[in-house]
């Protein structure tokens, strides 16, 4: 028997999102020092107070849409302050615990109540990290919600740092992506984000959510005999992180080839998704292994059935694809060229698209049989440097509530152009909750519109909202 909110299935980006898992900004981002940030994969230092409160707004949002009930709760007890540290914090007395909306933290804090689990972990996570057996001891010791806490921030309550935070867990999509009713976990290609990575695999394993599906969890095996491979470096690990990972429509998914994403990483995916039989379809893009792009989510996202941001610049223009797959994936010679190739199961030859648009219009037409012809809204309204200035703080990077309805940052004023040109109404958050408090707004009813939330340090974390983001069901499309 299925515990509340533990169906697990998504086919698309755009079905009405119903349950999802996140990270709520812990005190670890407020520990990263100036002189470590790029080591865990910051481009700068935030303010943890003002990066909760902007969060919050997501939170928020998130449970207006998938457990509007745990509002109504909240506001019939008489607190209607946005910003109630209880109501969004796990762990602590008030927390709104949703089925629906999902903190990683309270599933952490779930399995550790298993004594056995508990040990297992904590002596993983102590030896990942190189604590001495005395602490090992001391974590074994802790209540449960306490150690998730410590697992996740790497600190005690009086502030002494165990081990290394892991700020990056807000981004819940990179550590595993549900495909259909698969569950495929991620590997990490930084060394900073290995222990989310393991907790993902605690969680999905031992968790009563995913019981029923434990069967359906694909890992990213260990690279075999990788030194044989023709055209690959001696050195080069299968990675694999979700913000390459896009289900499209229930047979095909796209994975993007990039500065986190490997070539072996992308072989190893395929072959589990086809041997599976979880796709019939899986299009590899080649993007430039650049910090500014990271994931093909920086560069796209799919808004409805047949319209999708981009970044022009890139997405757009002729590429030429020479060679066998293995090459193509591998091939130094241009490196800053968008290559694409599209494979099918129990096929040998694969099918070549010359631009990223020309495969998100086939996406749109054909898997998603639109009647409309493609749209394509424009980072920074496709003017220079505005274009660039803006796929940089995530206009390309949304999170789609359901077919038409988006969220996206307030600081991306020309792509908030674009899209009213395009026709979609655009609110701010806060505008948004009053009328949903005063019952003027219908979630049901609510079409083509991007939600707008605030940035100033959210935004700095370089990821957007589809990053903070892991969908475990969608209604289908």
Known sequence: MKIP??????DSEIGRLRTVLIHSPDNGIGRVAPSKAQDWLF????HLDTVRKEYDYYVQVLLYFLDPEKLREKIRSGDRQNHDRAFYKPGIQGFYASDRVLEIEKLL??????????????????????????????????????LARIL???????????????????FTRDLGIVINNYILLNKPAKKARNREALLARYICYNHPLFAAYRDHILEIPQQVQHFLRPGEAPDEKATLEGGDVMVVSPNHVIIGCSERTSP?????AMRLL??????????????????DYMHIDTLFTQVNRHTWVVLHSICSG???????????????????????????????????????ESLLASVSLKDLGSTEEPVFIYSGNDEFPHDEREQWTDSCNLLTLKDGVVLGYDRNDRTVEAFKASGFGVIHVEE?????????????????????MPSAELSRARGGFRCMSMPLLRDPI
């Open 109 to 146: 804090a779930d399995i550790l109540e298993n004594e056995g689990i508990r040990e297992k972990l904590c002596a993983a996570v102590c030896a990942i990290e190189g604590c001495s057996y005395n602490q090992q001891s001391d974590l074994n010791a802790l209540e449960p919600a306490r």
């Open 43 to 46: 481009e700068d230092i935030l």
């Open 152 to 170: 996740i921030s790497g600190s005690l309550q009086s502030g002494e740092m165990l081990f290394p935070p892991i700020p990056n867990l807000i």
């Open 318 to 356: 002729r590429n030429k694809i020479k060679g066998q797959p293995l090459e193509y994936l591998t091939e130094k010679k241009k490196p800053d060229q968008v290559q694409i190739l599209q494979f099918k199961r129990n096929k040998d030859e694969p099918k070549k698209f010359k631009s990223i």
């Open 5 to 10: 909110g533990s169906e697990i299935n998504v």
């Open 432 to 452: 948004f909750i009053e009328k949903m408090e005063a019952g003027e707004t219908d979630i049901n009813s609510l079409k083509s519109t991007l939600i707008l």
């Open 274 to 291: 086809f041997d599976n039989h979880v796709v019939e379809k899986v299009t590899v893009v080649k993007i430039p292994h650049k910090r």
């Open 264 to 268: 072996s990483g992308v072989t190893q």
